[in-house]
């Protein structure tokens, strides 16, 4: 079975671009979770949908962040405009069970914002 | 919200020792606390779990220990292989999970 797919695997771009992450979660999962790891602050929680509903964004830092899911089989994070500070490792996880039960990571797309 | 503290940062160990990696937590609400392995270059896998309502729970090599007067859970590698090296993540959840800051384990053949 496939797993959580993201793309693209490496994204380096300008500071002011946009970038736009993709996910798609395993079928069957009714929780997608988005993850940032960095080495200063490990790994946040920015997102999590129930069901296609975005159901807690505090994490989000700020308005330049925004996260959609527009059906059961995709999810975007964009990035708009992007800051080298936002430079770090964005993952992608599902899980049928919400945060008490095993989350399904995929491999994670690496930021570079020069 | 709650807060994960993990320690050591780092662990290096022969093969074929014990490694022991602790955790403690603040939110005496949390009932759910996953340990997670994440090799280089791959996205964290959960390698074993454990509920609020028993104090212990082993899985061929791997066992995990809670003590939640304390607020504190270990996870305890035995035997160890070099496939053990990683980076690992313990994480309590409350509301939502969140992680500790992981310690990367190193196996020395």
């Known amino acids: 079975d496939a797993g959580v797919i993201q793309s693209p695997r490496h994204e380096v771009t300008e500071m002011g671009q946009e970038v736009t992450l993709r996910c798609k979660p395993i079928?069957?999962?009714?929780?997608l979770f988005w993850y940032r790891q960095t080495m200063m602050r490990g790994l946040e929680l920015l997102i999590y949908?129930?069901?296609?509903?975005?159901?807690?964004d505090s994490g989000m830092p700020e308005d330049r962040f925004s996260a959609k899911m527009p059906n059961a089989s995709f999810s975007t994070l964009k990035i708009q405009p992007s800051e080298p500070r936002d430079s770090a490792v964005y993952f992608c996880a599902s899980s049928w069970t919400g945060t008490t039960g095993e989350l399904f990571f995929g491999e994670g797309s690496r930021l570079t914002v020069l | 919200g709650e807060n994960v503290e993990q320690h050591p940062s780092t662990l290096s160990v022969q093969e074929g020792d014990s490694a022991v990696i602790k955790c403690t937590y603040s939110d005496s609400a949390s009932n759910y606390f996953p340990w997670y392995k994440q090799e280089l270059g791959k996205g964290p896998q959960l390698i074993i779990d454990?509920?609020?309502?028993?104090g212990e729970k082993k899985d061929q090599r791997i066992a995990v220990t809670l003590n939640k007067t304390a607020k504190h859970f270990s996870l305890h590698i035995t035997e160890t292989q070099p496939e053990d090296s990683a980076v690992y993540f313990c994480a309590a959840d409350s509301e939502k999970l969140t992680f500790g800051t992981g310690t990367r384990l190193t196996i020395i053949p």
């Open positions: 079928s069957g999962h009714d929780y």
């Open positions: 949908f129930n069901n296609n509903v975005p159901i807690d």
């Open positions: 454990i509920r609020s309502n028993v």
